[in-house]
């Protein structure tokens, strides 16, 4: 199952990171990117990093090693709840 739900992501990712023009013509810029990421290339580049991150977590899922991960980010914050 995790296999088919990490493939779902990545797959999503991929779509976003090759179909960004699709993205800002049917769904318009986004403010905050332009202001903070470049001018007038801040809602591709926000679109395309967005698309990244789901592909690294999609298959991180279906390595399974995203659990570990996670862990290892969170244990610091929420070590002391056992």
């Known amino acids: 199952m995790s296999i088919l739900i990490g ?10 990171v090759w179909k960004t023009e699709w993205l800002i013509a ?3 810029r986004i403010d905050w990117a332009d202001q ?4 007038e ?6 679109y395309k990093l ?10 991180a899922i279906m ?3 995203m659990q570990p991960i996670l862990l290892s980010v969170l244990t610091p914050l929420f ?4």
């Open 7 to 16: 493939l779902i992501l990545a797959i999503i990712g991929f779509l976003l």
């Open 26 to 28: 049917n769904f318009g």
């Open 36 to 39: 903070h990421l470049g001018t």
């Open 41 to 46: 290339g801040g809602t591709r580049i926000f």
């Open 50 to 59: 967005g698309g990244i991150v789901i592909i690294f977590i999609g298959f």
């Open 63 to 65: 390595t399974g090693i």
């Open 79 to 82: 070590g002391g709840l056992k």
